[in-house]
């Protein structure tokens, strides 16, 4: 829903009202050329961690709209759909603050809010007749792409080499990295994937094959949807229709944006007139994926005159001691814009730095400290345990799990990569997509008596049928799969009715894989709960084509120890990845092996790149914590694989991010203390537990 556009009303009422909560500097983003008669000039806000870059952009986009900006016609690009989800919110709450005579406003719905691959997903689909693209294009996601890809890589004889060849997802991630990037394959290939170099050959002919298989089966994987509108954008006309389409684009962590995402940007808005970009260079944790910090630090003379530059630098997040750990952190860092945080928090109570000897007591460390801080009145989910790597988890999610303590992880093992919810899902794209070899072989093997050979079968034949005349229930299918062929065949036929209403019909679905789910799965009912949560999820969407992109694109992150997702008014323990902490904050963060070979990890530590990405990644944890943050050393790590009860443990150090000379901002300590009458110094020890006396007291 549009808010009518007709706001001067609001604005000369109450102005200065909404703007009085920030600072100088924060005005400065916000008003950046609001009210004058034409588009604003090109606008970057370097926005140090905690210093109110959401708020912000969140005023900015209000503050545009109560001066006129027509909702619909606003383009705001963020990391996620939950940060496009609460940036809605917080617009929302500004207006209904600052126009609270206007109610309507309070209603404006940003229509145009989302991920690079969302909107480029809509985009696609709205220009599809004119760049040749069939609209009812399906998505692949990571491990669809890796299964075509697969059948690509075979297909070419190159799964029987005597020399190994690079594995599905190496061959993805090569694709990708060349496609995000915009450089040569030769190049990636020195650069990133060197033991690879050898088969340049090869790779460039099994992309090519890929390309032509999602071709002809009307899929677009990921990169597609950037690549495409990228492509899109080269063509001028197109370029300034869709430009023209939005007055103003606002890019939240423009850090963590790539080199395509740049080009389409530039492309959209080639003299920067309404575009206004926010990031933070210090946060930049996404180059594996190929995103470029350059993108930020070369933004403001890609324009005529350059773009103008806002710092925000007072952090509102943290206390004075944790911003001053953190600084000392990023401050070892090659290249950045400068800048200097400060907090006006102050306290006393600096980070700890604590040493426990193993993971166990880590666990049963981090669980007596979060229920202390929960007596002290800090809900579970004010608090976030953070982690390098999923796995890193583990032990700390067994003890919750037996201390009764709920939680939910972000990061990891994701919701709808189970395979139950993936075949659903794949059920739900097939019928949208009938070409969609990946999503058809996935659900035609769900069915008794199908196996790899009649499912590829039937795939051929509807691949040869002309487009509309695929008759499903005609095919041949093998003897055993004939009862329920019928029905299966009936089933699709009316979901892919256009008028097939929704949810109804996922639910239909539903209904039909959970007859089979027993023949598929030994614990059925334990997988049900989780489509059951599908189906719930699904009917906050208004139709299959917008669940289906959007859950493609931004999967629900978070699994949880308990069946299902704990209730919204229920209180649970936060565990993230830390790239899943980005943009978040809590109370009290606990950084988890805050030891070298986890943080930074072994396998980021070849190019001082690596490892600068690394310290931005703990600089980000770190940067989370308003009142407590503590980073946790286990002192040895248990060696996995071993038989039986085996003893065997590496000795690990302190992270290299917090060198001797950064020990002042941290309170060490070990946990557990020792008990009171061994602390102090050795005498009193010796005098309060004479064991010498009692080796001589055995032969008296
Ligand atoms: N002008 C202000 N006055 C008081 N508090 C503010 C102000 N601006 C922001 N804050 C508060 O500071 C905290 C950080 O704000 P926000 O989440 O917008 O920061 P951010 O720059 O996006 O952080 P990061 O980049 O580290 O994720 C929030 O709790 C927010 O409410």
Redesign the pocket.
Known sequence: MNAPASPSVAVASTAADWLE???AA?REAVTHGAGGAGVPGPLLVI????????????HRVAHLILHGADPARILLLTFSRRAADEMGRRVRRILGHAAAEHPWLAQANLEWSGTFHAIGARLLRDYAARIGLDPAFTIHDREDSADLMNLARHEAGLSTRERRFPLKGTCLAIYSATVNTGAPLAGVLQSTFPWCAEWETELKALFRAYVAAKQAQQVLDYDDLLLYWAHMMDEPALAREVGDQFRHVLVDEYQDTNPLQARILLAMKPDGRGLAVVG?DA?AIYAFRGATVRNILDFPAHFDPPARRVT?E????STQPILAAANAVIAQAAERYDKELWSARESAVRPQLVSVRDEADQAAFVVERVLARREEGIELRQQAVLFRAASHSARLEMELTRRNIPFVKFGGLKFLEAAHVKDVLALLRWTENLRDRVAGFRVLQLLPGIGPKSAARVLDNLAAAPAGCELLAEQPVPEAARAGWAEFAALVEELRRADAAWPAGFERACRWYEAHMPGLYDDATVRQGDIQQLARIAATYPGRQRFLTELTLDPPGATSGEAGMPLLDEDYLILSTMHSA????WRSVTVLNAVDGCIPSDISTRSTLEIDEERRLLY?AM??A?DHLELVAPQRFYVSGQQGLGDRHVYAGRTRFISNRMLGHFEQMSWPEPPAELRGTPDSRQAALDLAAKMRGMWD
């Open positions: 909560p920030l600072n924060q926005a140090g961690a905690g210093t109110g870059k959401t708020n912000t952009l969140a933070d946060q925000l007072c952090n509102y997040r980005k943009g978040q904050e980000v940067t989370r308003r």
